[in-house]
């Protein structure tokens, strides 16, 4: 059994192709075929089900997989030790992020003094749902993840605080209020985001056991302000999905706090800290300094 036979085996698992995991990984279809035999010989199970070029996991596979993945994680901890020894000029940090809060405006601010002082650090991103980031982090398809916390499942670090905002047209009555309550926004057609902050809008609803009036479902933030700026509805978003200079560019819309204010704590969770790799501590302290 070798490293090489157990990436190759986590890989297959994730796509779930064999010419998309050759690709990825450099290998030809035959290597990937010879790996997996290797494997199921030397453990004397089957690890997939076969359908020409498309795989899934076999119930013992399912089982093996997490295993799998914690000694390639451990490789990779050990080799970036020794790269930590040497001042690690070279490596590589996966990074799960949900939604533009994360996305637009806090990687930029933090990638760039992590590039700055580790410009041969290769940072790949992975951009999902909350829901989605959490489970990556749990199967270590990445190091770290954007989190809301509290989130228990995890060991966590503090970013920073970010609120909530309503996003209304400006010829509606309560867009001339400094601050607008959850209740007044019930009479007009509303816009739930269905990317990171999805959730935590419904829950704001739920406490003050008040129905929007759910009329459109999007995901990126653009396409809301398009919405709004159009008359089309009102809509509640995270305040750090909006660049600084963006709202300029759709002179229909008012940004209000909610009142009350509410608030929520931003910040980056990994599956044990005891088991971080250098390059993912490096990231960290950057981040908690913003």
Same mark, same amino acid.
């Given at each position: 059994?070798?490293?090489?036979? &157990?990436?190759?085996? +986590?890989?297959? @698992?994730?796509l779930? !192709?064999?010419? *998309?995991?050759?690709q990825?990984? #450099?290998? $030809?279809?035959?290597?990937?075929?010879?790996?997996l035999?290797?494997?199921?010989?030397?453990?004397?199970?089957?690890?997939?089900?076969?359908?020409n070029?498309?795989?899934?996991?076999t119930?013992?596979?399912?089982?093996?997989l997490?295993?799998?993945?914690?000694?390639?994680?451990?490789?990779?901890?050990?080799?970036?030790?020794?790269m930590?020894?040497?001042?690690?000029?070279t490596g590589? &940090?996966?990074i799960? +992020?949900f939604g @533009?809060?994360?996305? !637009?405006?806090? *990687?930029?601010?933090?990638?760039? #003094?992590? $590039?700055?002082?580790?410009?041969?650090?290769?940072?790949?991103?992975?951009?999902?749902?909350?829901?989605?980031?959490?489970?990556?982090?749990?199967?270590?398809?990445?190091?770290?993840?954007?989190?809301?916390?509290?989130?228990?499942?995890?060991?966590?670090?503090?970013?920073?605080?970010?609120?909530?905002?309503?996003?209304?047209?400006?010829?509606?009555?309560?867009?001339?209020?400094?601050?607008?309550?959850?209740?007044?926004?019930?009479d007009?057609?509303?816009?739930l985001?269905?990317?990171?902050?999805?959730?935590?809008?419904?829950?704001?609803?739920?406490?003050?056991?008040?129905?929007?009036?759910?009329?459109?479902?999007?995901?990126?933030?653009?396409?809301?302000?398009?919405?709004?700026?159009?008359?089309?509805?009102?809509?509640i978003?995270?305040?750090?999905?909006?660049?600084?200079?963006?709202?300029?560019?759709?002179?229909?819309?008012?940004?209000?706090?909610?009142?009350?204010?509410?608030?929520?704590?931003?910040g980056?969770?990994?599956?044990n800290?005891?088991?971080m790799?250098?390059?993912?501590?490096?990231?960290?302290e950057?981040?908690?300094?913003?």
């Amino acid at each position: 059994m070798t490293l090489t036979q &157990l990436e190759i085996f +986590s890989k297959l @698992a994730e796509l779930k !192709n064999f010419t *998309l995991t050759a690709q990825q990984l #450099n290998i $030809s279809q035959s290597a990937i075929s010879h790996a997996l035999k290797s494997l199921e010989k030397k453990w004397e199970t089957q690890l997939f089900y076969r359908n020409n070029n498309e795989v899934e996991l076999t119930v013992a596979g399912q089982g093996l997989l997490p295993y799998v993945n914690e000694m390639l994680n451990v490789s990779t901890i050990i080799h970036q030790q020794v790269m930590d020894l040497k001042g690690f000029k070279t490596g590589s &940090l996966r990074i799960g +992020s949900f939604g @533009a809060s994360s996305s !637009n405006v806090l *990687l930029p601010l933090i990638l760039e #003094n992590f $590039s700055r002082k580790y410009p041969e650090i290769d940072v790949l991103i992975f951009e999902g749902t909350d829901k989605e980031v959490l489970q990556w982090i749990d199967e270590r398809k990445v190091d770290l993840g954007f989190v809301v916390l509290p989130e228990s499942r995890f060991d966590t670090f503090a970013v920073l605080e970010d609120i909530f905002v309503a996003l209304i047209p400006k010829h509606l009555p309560i867009a001339q209020q400094a601050a607008v309550k959850l209740e007044e926004l019930m009479d007009y057609p509303f816009i739930l985001t269905s990317a990171g902050s999805q959730n935590h809008v419904l829950e704001l609803f739920r406490a003050a056991q008040l129905t929007p009036q759910v009329k459109y479902h999007l995901s990126q933030i653009l396409s809301i302000l398009n919405m709004v700026n159009s008359n089309a509805a009102v809509s509640i978003v995270a305040d750090l999905s909006l660049d600084q200079n963006i709202l300029q560019l759709y002179p229909n819309i008012v940004k209000r706090p909610l009142s009350p204010n509410i608030k929520r704590s931003i910040g980056l969770a990994v599956k044990n800290k005891q088991q971080m790799t250098p390059i993912a501590k490096a990231f960290i302290e950057i981040a908690t300094q913003l």
